[in-house]
């Protein structure tokens, strides 16, 4: 008995060393983040799970592989990240870091990793500025693990920058109505404006060649370029099936300006939608949010009824759209 306490003993402080020598850095796909484990004898999926806190069966199909076939030493899987297993608010777990690449900026950062909050990062990591050294690691947030060694970052961070959190409370604590959607609207357009203004001004083409570069076709919509734009400071991170609504507005039928609500996405962010059933796409820029309404649950998104009209999508309550940003 007292063999077989002493040979556990030493198994549970040999895995605890692995795993406090091992620095966690993230990597991501078209499946979301994730971390790289590389398998050690007589490891299996449940004893990978338990080390990382996630599901054997998630792990086995993020990874395309059977869960019954059991996994090989030396071979390299990788581990998803997810509600259950990181966060990226408060201070406390196992820091999860990202390795910066060239001309990266904090914004950058933030973009690659589920838009995190630039505040949070300035805090986790000391920083006094937003632009960073290449090949410098940052903390990008926490894994949350009873395998893993936890720490307490001394400065406690900031859940949003007040400027942002208060355009979106805004939004989530109106209903959705024509005459909220109009006001926000309103607001988008007088921004476009200016942006549009100042571009003019420093561009010496004219302007019948801003109007070619600006705006998209009439089928995919006026913000198709700027999402071409977005996408070359910040890639596509998320590719989701999502449940859609309709609001209607008046907006969108003659200058195919499409207009959708989601959550957790800043105002601004330009998202591309496509209809599954006839691969249809739109690009739509974010209004605000839709949480905390009673006659948005079920719903993912909603998006003004042009925005629906352009994927062939008849007035419903509810239906199935990809959404990419």
Known sequence: MKKLFFSFFVFLMAAHSVAAQK????????????????????????AVGRLYNVSPKFIASFNSLDLKKGLQIDQKIRIPL???????????????????????????VSNKHNKVSLANLRLWNNLSKDELKEDSKLVIGFLHSNGMPAITLKNKPVQEEPTVKKEEKQVITEPVSEEAIKKAEEKEAKAEEKAEKKEEKNKPEPVVVKEVTTQGSAEQGYFKSHFEKQIKTSPITKSETVTSGIFKTTSGWQDAKYYLLIDKVPPGTIIKIINPTNNNAIYAKVLGEMSGIRQNEGLNIRMSNAAAAALNISDQDKFIVKVNY
């Open 23 to 46: 620095e966690l850095m993230v990597k991501s796909s078209d499946k979301g983040l994730y971390l790289e484990h590389k398998v050690a004898a007589k490891e299996s999926f449940y």
């Open 82 to 108: 997810t509600d259950t297993n990181f966060t990226q608010q408060g201070n406390v777990g196992t820091p999860v870091y990202y390795k910066v690449g060239g001309k990266e900026g904090l914004m950058t």
